[in-house]
């Protein structure tokens, strides 16, 4: 993995653990419009994009990125829970740090 992309992986991470810290739904920071691996690889496709080789599917499809979208609108609708987004936001960080070399 070169330094651009080890980078931007870190980013991402850390945009995923500011999110375990939101009080309310509307304060978590989702969607490709702020991510450093969505930024350097959605032109390409998600081609060359960490997450891609490991699931070879385009839009984080195969990690658990849907999980957490749903956790956090399931909250924002009152039928879920912070503790349910904070624990699938948990195995989104879980999983992008198992993409580290």
């Not at 039928?79 to 960080?93: C, H, L, P, S």
């Amino acid at each position: 993995m070169d330094n651009e992309t080890s980078e931007a992986l870190d980013a991402s991470i850390a945009r995923h653990e500011g999110n375990l810290l939101a009080t309310v739904p509307w304060e978590v920071d989702l969607g490709a419009h702020n991510c450093a691996l969505c930024d350097l690889f959605t032109r390409k496709g998600c081609r060359g994009c960490p997450v891609y080789i490991k699931t070879r599917h385009i839009n984080c499809r195969g990690t658990p990125y849907d999980t957490v979208v749903k956790a956090r609108d399931d909250w924002d609708n009152e039928v879920g829970t912070r503790d349910a987004f904070r624990v699938a936001e948990q195995a989104e960080i879980d999983f992008l740090k198992s993409l580290r070399p």
